[in-house]
Structures are given as C-alpha cells and as structure tokens.
DNA sequence: GATGAATGAGCATTCATTCAT
DNA sequence: CATGAATGAATGCTCATTCAT
C-alpha cells in the first residue's frame, strides 16, 4: 500500500486538483508541488518526471473506478442488468468527484501522443472489463451471438463518453447519473422499433 | 473561390501535413511555412496567429466533409439509409486522407480549452445533421417516436468517433469503411436478440 | 524646393503626426505610408529607410525653427533682448505644434544612439545661433566678457530644453510662452542678489 | 545589505557594462546573463522582467547619487557652497564611472514612454534636494527671495544635464569636474556684469 | 514613378529538472 | 529524506525592406 508514504498519496490528489482548477497546461510541478505541500525537488523522490505523475493520476483514480465497477457487477444476474450497473457506476463516479470529471474528459486529453498512449493502457482493463459483460450477454443469450464484440465496446465507451464529456463541457448542471437507464435502453434497444 | 489565395491553401495542406507527422505540439509556425514553401512572416498575411492556422484548418476540412455528408444522404430515401450513408461516409472521408484522420482523432485534441471551444463550434454543424437524420427517423417511423435525440446523437458521434479513434491508434491497418454497415446495424438494432 | 515633390511633404507631415500620436516605437513604416495616402513601398523612392525619415523629419522641422528664431532676433537691438527674443521663439513655436513638442522632447530620442548623433548635426545650427548671441553680447558688454561660451550655451539650451520637457510631461497644462521673461531674467541674472 | 544577494548586484553591475558597451536595444537578456556569469532563467528569479532589471540599474546607482550628494553637501555653511558641491558631486560621480554616465546620459533615454516615467519617478527624489538648496538659499537671503522654484531647479538640472551629455558625447575626453566651479559661477552670477 | 505581397532575422520568457546542502 | 536555487533550451510574432508587376 501507498499508506506508508503519504507524500505519494498528496502529490496525486494535489495534481488532480491543481489540473482540475488551473486546466493541463498552467499545471506546473511547481504549483503541484506547493498544494502538496513539498518542495519541487521531492516530486521527483516519488515520480520519475512530471508525466509520471500524470500517468501515476490517472492509474490510481482509475484502479479505484474499474474496483467500484467490478463489484456493482458482479451482484447482478445478467449481462443486461451488469450493463445497466456498470453505466450507472461510470456516471455515478464521475459525478461524485467533479475535479476527476474534468482530468479525465477534458485534461489530460490535452496530453502529448506519447501520455495518451500509456493513459490508454491504463484504460484497458475497463474495455476488458466492458466486453466480459458483453461476452457474458452472448454466452446467456440475453444479448445477440453474433456481435462484434469490439464494436460493441466500442459503441458503449464511446457514447459513455461523449455523454459525459457533454455534460461536463455543459459544466455538470443536469444530473447525469439519472441518464444511466435512458443510456442503457438506447444501447441494448439501439433505434428499433419494438 | 480559394483558388485566388493559393498560398492561403498551401498552408492549410501544409498544416495538416506536419501536425499528423510531427504531433500537435511540435508543429512550430516555422516547420509550417516551410512545408509550405512560404516564409514565416507570410502566414500571418493570411492567418491571425497560430491558433488562427489550426482553426482554419478544422474549419475548411470540416466544411467539405459536412457537405460531402449531407450530399450523400439527401439521395436516400429514408432515415436508417441516411444513416447509413452518413456512418459510411464519416468513414469513408477519414479513410482516404489519413493525415486528416490523425490530426482530427488524435492532434487537434491537445489543444487547449480555448481553442478546443472553437473547435466545438465548428463540430456543431454536423451534430446538427445527425439530429435531424435521427428527428427524420422519428417522424418517418423508421426510428421510435419517443428517442430522446440529444442521447441518441451523443450515442452515435460517440460510437463513431470511437470507432475511428481506435482504428487511427492501431495505425490504419484495417478497412475502416467496410465496418460501416456492422456499426449502422448495432446502432439502429442495439443489443437486442431478432 | 520640396514642392515638386508633393509626396515627399506628405510623407514628412504624416511621420510627424503618428509618431506624436501613437509614439516613436509603435510608428511603423506602414503607418506613415497609410497616413500619408501612399504605399509602403513608395516611401523607399524618397527616402533610404526609415531612420532617414526621421532625420528628414527633424531636418526639415528643426530649418523653419531656425529660420523663425534667426528672423525673430535679428530685429533686436542687443544681446540681450536677442537672448529673450530667442527664448520667446523657441517656447512658442513648440506651443503652437503640440505634435512637434511631443515628438522633439520625447519621441525623438527614444532612438537609437547613432540617429541621435545625425540629430545632433541638425541641431548644431541652432547651437550656433546661441553662440552668435552669446558673443554678441560680450563684444557688446552686455555679457561679461569673460564667459566660456561653451558653457553658456549648454546652460542656456539645457535649461530651455528642461523647461520644455517638463511643459510636455506636464501634458502642455500651463502656459509656456509667459514663461519666456522668468527664464530670461533667471539665465541673466542667474541667482545673485541684485 | 545585499551582500546576501551576490547574484542579484552581478546582474546589475553587468546590466551597466551591457548597456553601456553595446547600446540599449542590444542588450539582450541573454547577454546580461552571460556577463553576469548566470543563466538566462535566474535573472528572472530576482527581477520580473527586463524592464525591472533597468529600472533596477537605475535606482540603485541613482540612490547611491543621491546619497553621496546629500552627505557633500550636508556638511556645507550656505546654499551656494551646497550649490557648488552638489555640481561638484554630480560631475565627479559620472566621471568615476564612465559606465553609468553613458547609460544615463544617453542609453535609457531610449526606453519607452512606461519607463521612462519610471525613470522619472526615481530621480525625483534628486530634484528635490536641488529644491532644498534653492528655498535654503532663499531664506538665507544668499539667493533672491522672489526666485521661480521651479524654473531655477529646471535651469540647475538643465544645465548639468546636458553639460554631462555633451561631454559623454566628446567621448569624455575632458576633465568634467574640472568644470564645476564655472558651472556654478555661471548659474549664480548668470549674464549679468558684474 | 507607384504598388503592396512577400520576406526572414531577431528575442524575452517559461518551467521541467538537477544537485549541493 | 527533503529542499529550492539555479539552469538553459525552445519559439511565436513583428516589421523594415525588397522587387516583380
């Protein structure tokens, strides 16, 4: 655990707030490191360099949001309801940690190719997380046998996405959580007519 | 015409050009102008400064690619074929200019907020298309009545962006218009079992 | 005569105005062409470079004050009254120009050292002109007969040159032709008792 | 004391020499730094920018000048010798120091209007010692009591002014305090015979 | 003579990173 | 472990001048 340096744990929270407030590109080490209340110099006794520290940002937060997800799953009986639960969470998370929202939609996507790359790394055990759902709907016959399931993660983060990314430019003022049935029934229905 | 202003053009091309080989933030206004055959001085004959370049850039690119949309589409008969087409040609037109494809996926997003609020105004446009294709679905019939239209258009750019997102980070190397009527089929059938 | 030359004066006329008006390094040879009602290029047809406008500027202003002080005083009976003859002119005509005061006490010598010192040649024929008026007087013994004229004339150019500076900074607010007798009497009588 | 800022008065120092050897607009920050045997970058840690770095140079040397005249001429009986010890001390100071005197006389005289004001306000505090010798004299009845303050402070300054000007611009090739006594003859007798 | 589009040299400032203490 | 003073590379933009028309 990173408990026993707590330095560690200020530096993180100090950076998302500082990108959160200030926006990726007037976020200096400098201003991270006064938040976290540390010298400059100490930043780099935790972090090989700043964008290892943004890299560090996003697989804490991001740990700690696939977790949530995975255990809101896994008490659901199929795939569809599992959607319905992993939609909800995604939302509900983002929505309870206003500076998170914003790192992650807006921010760091202001980053280098090279940050973004790694960032995508990070995100890869949520896809995965994301087509075992998929896969799951397949096996149980609640979701068609026949899907891509690429495509199919594909048009479910995506559009996790650019909802969130909507509601955040729109700064957070609607409730984005209540969205997540809505979401969920425009996915699993898409536009057929019943 | 442009065709008046040659050089206006030239650095245009020129700027696509060297943001998707050499990345956002290595695109200095001097490897510009050189790509472009003109001195440095010239481009702010044509163009306010830098940020002027990129946003003229997005403008003009995403002026012919709206209109290629919308022309595609008006031919066809009803929503789901409009649909289509607009899903085939989004694709189609990424396909064939793979620089513009790397810098609207991947460069133009490093930008910072400013920037990126203009870029979004000259996104609105085509989110406009997709809301009426989805409004003409819905009075038609071909699409439920009761769609909340701003999820579904959030449901498909997401889907699409998406889907072209991932097939420019895995370099190109498959055909991207030949997914058009698998992403058109989950879009309009969902998830649910015929 | 510069009358041929009907763009030549326009030229000179429209330097003078926008320096006064926007300051000697926001006068940008574009300016004074477009003030001018001529091209930029056309101003290199009357001129080597822009330092020679302004030393045009300067040359031609600095000959009708010339002529005006040298007019003014050689009505005079004695050195003396020259001398008063001489400070009257040279704060009126500077009251009568508020863009010539501003550009001569201010402007002017924000440039850089090698066009101060071709300013200075232009100057040098007012210089002489305090010098006749100088000896003049002490050929007369209206002046001692001893004085170091050197000295003599820097005091006395000094002093009107301070005087005027401070009018300028002053934004021209009083009246600096009345001031003309009290500089007279005090460069005279300097600070003795009488 | 700001021996505990050796870097701080290198910067200075090397500002002086900068200015005075290569003209105002050719000293480039960098070109400081490097006299000054520090990097680019602290020169910013102990001044906000270029133009502080000047107005730096000026007040610290114009508080030494003044200082150095108020002690010279604290110790004298009456105005007039306060007079001459002030001109005395105002000529031997840039003499000693050929750099500051270039730098004062012809150098800054370049900046622009913003600073130049400041300028002014630095040499005020000079303007008002010249004042207290005049009201002393006044009072003294050394000096008329009726005297223009004003006026005979802008004849005093005037004259040392632009009798330093021109001997910087002779390359200083004369004995400047060598000059003193008739200066001071000159702006207490005046013209006047006597 | 007149035009004005094109040129390209030149520079203050920021900030991630280091290292002596 | 921690500090923070010092470093120095890197770049958008202006504007005097030219020259083809």
Request: glycine share 8%; no cysteine; aromatic share 8%.
């Given at each position: 655990m990173k408990n026993n340096k707590p330095k560690y744990n200020q530096i993180i929270e100090a950076a998302v707030q500082v990108i959160a407030e200030n926006g990726y590109h007037a976020s200096q080490v400098s201003k991270i490191a006064k938040k976290a209340g540390v010298?400059?110099?100490?930043?780099y006794l935790y972090f090989k360099n700043k964008e290892d520290v943004l890299i560090s940002v996003f697989t804490e937060k991001m740990g700690q949001f696939i977790n949530r997800i995975t255990e809101s799953i896994e008490?659901?009986?199929?795939a569809s309801d599992k959607l319905l639960a992993l939609i909800d969470m995604h939302f509900r998370q983002l929505s309870e940690d206003r500076y998170l929202a914003i790192v992650t939609q807006l921010?760091?996507?202001?980053?280098k190719a090279e940050l973004r790359l790694q960032i995508n790394k990070v995100l890869h055990p949520y896809l995965k997380v994301i087509d075992q759902v998929i896969e799951e709907g397949m096996q149980e016959g609640v979701?068609?046998?026949?899907?891509?399931v690429r495509l199919v993660r594909q048009m479910v983060f995506g559009t996790l996405d650019e909802v969130v990314t909507n509601w955040v430019m729109k700064d957070?003022?609607?409730?984005?959580?209540?969205?997540a049935p809505d979401v969920h029934a425009l996915l699993t229905k898409g536009l057929s007519v019943s």
């Open positions: 010298a400059d110099g100490t930043i008490k659901k009986g199929n921010e760091l996507r202001q980053s979701f068609p046998r026949d899907l891509n957070q003022k609607y409730n984005l959580v209540a969205q």
